[in-house]
T-cell receptor, first 115, second 111 residues
Framework: DAGVIQSPRHEVTEMGQEVTLRCKPISGHNSLFWYRQTMMRGLELLIYFNNNVPIDDSGMPEDRFSAKMPNASFSTLKIQPSEPRDSAVYFC???FGGGGEDTQYFGPGTRLTVL | SQQGEEDPQALSIQEGENATMNCSYKTSINNLQWYRQNSGRGLVHLILIRSNEREKHSGRLRVTLDTSKKSSSLLITASRAADTASYFCAPGRPSGSRLTFGEGTQLTVNP
């Protein structure tokens, strides 16, 4: 069974451009999480969905960030416009169940560089 | 804070030695999970210990849990260079909350 799939794996863009990151969770999982990781701030939870509904988006840094989950097998994280401080590795994770005790399965991440 | 706090922040040992990492947390839990992250990769679930368990083994991993002290430890025996990674603990709480991750322990195993 394939794990969590993220695309692209690497993205280099210029400041002001729109960036869209994509995630396909593990089939059958009903919770999906977007994280951002930097050396300075560590691993930060941006938003998570349960049954395609956003439950907690308090980690989304500002209005430039938005996330959608149109169906159980696909989610996007969009940054518009992008800024150099958005450079980070973005991880998507999924879990079976919406509880705080459920094991999360992480994707390989998207390394974003904003010039 | 709902996240676990790992200690030490960094640990450097020689291949063959044992590595011990600790985790403390503040609220009641249903389970506690340990994850590993190799450089540039996503976190990988290693082991889960339930709140009614005191010790659990998986291969070279040994996890203990002391709910009275709100602490856990992860022991890696006979370490290998491939064990070099960051290790995170995540206290698992009942439904309605979510798993959270701390800063991790950076383990370096020197060949």
């Amino acid at each position: 069974d394939a794990g969590v799939i993220q695309s692209p794996r690497h993205e280099v863009t210029e400041m002001g451009q729109e960036v869209t990151l994509r995630c396909k969770p593990i089939s059958g999982h009903n919770s999906l999480f977007w994280y951002r990781q930097t050396m300075m701030r560590g691993l930060e939870l941006l938003i998570y969905f349960n049954n395609n509904v956003p439950i907690d988006d308090s980690g989304m840094p500002e209005d430039r960030f938005s996330a959608k989950m149109p169906n159980a097998s696909f989610s996007t994280l969009k940054i518009q416009p992008s800024e150099p401080r958005d450079s980070a590795v973005y991880f998507c994770a999924s879990s079976f169940g919406g509880g705080g005790e459920d094991t999360q399965y992480f994707g390989p991440g998207t390394r974003l560089t904003v010039l | 804070s709902q996240q676990g706090e790992e200690d030490p922040q960094a640990l450097s040992i020689q291949e063959g030695e044992n590595a011990t990492m600790n985790c403390s947390y503040k609220t009641s839990i249903n389970n506690l999970q340990w994850y590993r992250q190799n450089s540039g990769r996503g976190l990988v679930h290693l082991i889960l210990i339930r709140s009614n368990e005191r010790e659990k083994h998986s291969g070279r991993l040994r996890v203990t849990l002391d709910t009275s002290k709100k602490s856990s430890s992860l022991l890696i025996t006979a370490s290998r260079a491939a064990d070099t990674a960051s290790y995170f603990c995540a206290p698992g709480r009942p439904s309605g909350s979510r798993l959270t991750f701390g800063e991790g322990t950076q383990l370096t195993v020197n060949p």
